[in-house]
């Protein structure tokens, strides 16, 4: 008796669903969803598959089953042309990111050699004894002309690279 029973709820199922698939199976592209596109009371774009009773702006757009809108040949709003437009436009702005992060990088890059250049300049201008280190690790001491040819070359790169003389 169960066994019956169960045969015939199977057998009721592949009826409905077959049903259900030769009614999908007549259904061609033509067919379209109508779907309302109305502005809420409050502003607020609203979309329904019923007609709004206070809605502003109402405007009944028309889908098929391939997603693509009956009157402008679209893909939800979107056109082949635009997709690829969108693209481009994803890969533009990626590349001027990256450019914008590159200058950054290059502008604070320069920001820290102009101010240790200027610090080099300040060490000159104070006076005293100056050395540089020789290639065994010795200081050598520099003179009064070799630090004015110092001071001068220091200017110029100050001059050079940070926009702004010092004196």
Do not use: W
């Amino acid at each position: 008796m169960a066994y019956a029973s169960t045969i015939n709820t199977a057998a009721k199922l592949l009826i409905s669903m077959s049903t259900a698939c030769m009614l999908m199976l007549t259904m061609n592209a033509s067919h379209a969803i109508q779907v309302y596109k109305s502005v809420g009371a409050h502003g607020e774009v609203k979309y329904s598959q019923h007609a709004p009773l206070n809605g502003k702006n109402i405007e009944l757009i028309e889908f098929r089953s391939d997603g693509r809108q009956t009157n402008a040949g679209q893909m939800a709003g979107k056109t082949d042309a635009n997709q690829s437009n969108n693209a481009q436009t994803a890969e533009q702005q990626r590349v001027a990111q990256l450019e914008a992060r590159i200058k950054e990088q290059e502008a604070q890059a320069n920001a820290q050699r102009c101010q240790s250049l200027r610090n080099n300049l300040t060490n000159l201008n104070v006076g005293g004894r100056i050395y540089e280190m020789d290639a065994n690790g010795k200081r050598q001491y520099l003179d009064g002309r070799e630090i004015e040819l110092k001071r001068e070359r220091v200017q110029q790169a100050i001059d050079q690279y940070c926009g702004n003389p010092t004196t």
